[in-house]
C-alpha cells in the first residue's frame, strides 16, 4: 500500500521509497529510511498536503510524493 492510503491515527512501516534522489535525500534526513514507523497524523481539508509522523517528529508531504512511498501495514 502508498503511504498516502494511510488513514488518520493509521501505522505503516516504510518499506520502499521512490522518489527521486534529491526529495529522497532530503525525506532521508528527516527520518523517513526504510523499516521506520510512520503515523499518519493529519490530513488537510483537500488531503493534500498531509502530516506524518515519524520519531517524534510531525512534518507534511505532498499527496504526490506520499504516492510513492510504499508501506506495510
Do not use: W
Not at 40 to 49: A, H, N, Q, T
Amino acid at each position: 500500500m502508498k503511504c498516502n492510503e494511510l488513514e488518520i491515527k493509521e501505522k505503516g512501516k516504510i518499506k520502499r521509497i521512490f522518489l527521486d534522489e534529491q526529495k529522497q535525500a532530503k525525506l532521508f534526513h528527516l527520518g523517513l529510511t526504510p523499516n521506520e514507523e510512520i503515523i499518519c497524523k493529519f490530513k488537510s481539508p483537500f488531503k493534500d498536503p498531509i502530516a506524518y509522523q515519524i520519531k517524534g517528529c510531525v512534518f507534511a508531504i505532498r499527496n504526490e510524493d506520499a504516492a510513492l512511498i510504499e508501506v506495510e501495514k
